[in-house]
């Protein structure tokens, strides 16, 4: 008899039980009764009435959905003035609005390069520059994390063609920063393109929170392409790239992802735009996110755990192993707190983690008693 098509599975199930690496979905609740140090949400602005009044007034006035690719009729008005309130703010000639970070990112991956291609891409990036990297089919080199002469090396033994370096500006596993200005300074040398993924950053980072590209004076610059999301800092859905116009116009052109894919719906795009405009008016949010950041590290760090010291609003607390860092998380859950955790695959170094998201909006009490909880909670041996 022929084996079942997907008896496979099961014996991937049993090696990943083996190895704790079992991964589940878990529905939330549409008000948690946890303090939510999980999320992405950095600014505290997903619960904004201002922002979800938004939203919710262009649901009804563009419909629930964009209804088709944004070359057919999936562009209104909404996702224009997003685009160029993000290329204004970020600093950049123009933008362009997807459907989310990820296929951002596989659009100027594989839009910018081809086969007679090189991209140099940081051993820490982000899953979805790693598969960007390989839809691409353009060559590879993984290179040292945040290590601008393994780059320099790289581009330097390319024999010619399109070249891009591509990283994280922030790293979403430490919350490291990327060297970006000695970056771009490697790749001008050898006429190459930097790529840097803001999705971190913005919000966070640089004047007013316009990001690390911002920050390092790289916005605007005709050889710098930064991709961002809306999902994040902005505390909605989505993902886009700023850049020079003339690269804009090509992945209008020529990205798969922007082409094929139905645009980003407008409660989403209008949900960004009030973010957007909100963070304007309140640019100090993005130094109190450094501050909580700075707080819970100072604070886990003084109490004997082992944590990252962040540079934006991740911070990243060591486990002793994978299966302990999932029961570290789930008492923590227990004890009302949500936070992150990462295990292999998911880092690259094979270190389980907790990640903690450092929001804007927390209180000095909600800090303090979130890191009470983590040091109570934190396992021996």
């Known amino acids: 008899m022929p084996r079942a098509a997907f008896e496979w599975t099961d014996t991937e199930a049993r090696r990943r039980a083996d190895a704790g690496l079992v991964r589940t979905l878990t529905p939330r609740a549409a008000a948690p009764d946890v303090l939510d140090l999980a999320s992405n949400d950095y600014l505290g602005l997903t619960r904004r009435p201002e ?76 899953a979805s520059i790693v598969d960007g990297c390989r839809l691409s089919r353009a060559a590879t080199e993984v290179v040292p994390h945040s290590d601008p002469e393994a780059v320099g090396k790289a581009l330097g033994a390319h024999g010619g063609g399109r070249a891009v370096a591509v990283t994280d500006s922030v790293f979403s596993v430490d919350g490291d920063a990327a060297p970006l200005p000695e970056l771009a300074a490697v790749c001008r040398t050898y006429g190459a393109a930097l790529i840097a993924d803001d999705a971190h950053g913005l919000g966070v980072l640089g004047d007013g929170g316009r990001g690390a590209v911002h920050a390092a004076g790289l916005a605007g610059a005709p050889d710098v392409v930064s991709t961002v999301t809306l999902s994040k800092s902005l505390g909605s859905q989505g993902g886009a790239v700023l850049g020079p116009a003339r690269v804009i116009e090509h992945l209008v052109n020529a990205a798969r992802t922007f082409i094929f894919d139905t645009g980003l719906a407008p409660a989403a795009a209008g949900a960004a735009l009030a973010s957007l405009r909100l963070l304007s008016d309140e640019p100090q949010l993005a130094g109190c996110a450094r501050t909580v950041a700075h707080t819970l590290h100072t604070r886990l760090t003084a109490g004997g755990l082992s944590a990252v010291r962040p540079q934006a609003a991740v911070v990243s607390v060591l486990a002793p192993s994978p299966g302990k860092a999932v029961r570290w998380a789930a008492d923590c859950r227990d004890a009302g707190l949500w936070v992150g955790c990462f295990r292999p695959p998911s880092v690259p170094d094979g270190v389980s983690r907790l990640r903690l998201t450092a929001r804007a909006d927390l209180t000095p009490e909600q800090i303090e008693w979130a890191v009470d909880t983590v040091l109570r909670t934190a396992p021996t041996g």
């Open 51 to 126: 922002i979800t009044g938004a939203a919710a007034e262009a649901a009804r006035r563009w419909g629930a959905g964009a209804t088709g690719s944004r070359l057919v009729t999936g562009s209104t008005a909404l996702h224009a003035e997003l685009e160029r309130e993000l290329a204004q703010f970020g600093g950049f000639e123009a933008a362009l609005v997807f459907s989310s970070g990820y296929a951002a990112n596989l659009a100027v991956l594989t839009a910018l390069t081809g086969r007679d291609s090189l991209i140099v891409s940081d051993a820490g990036n982000h």
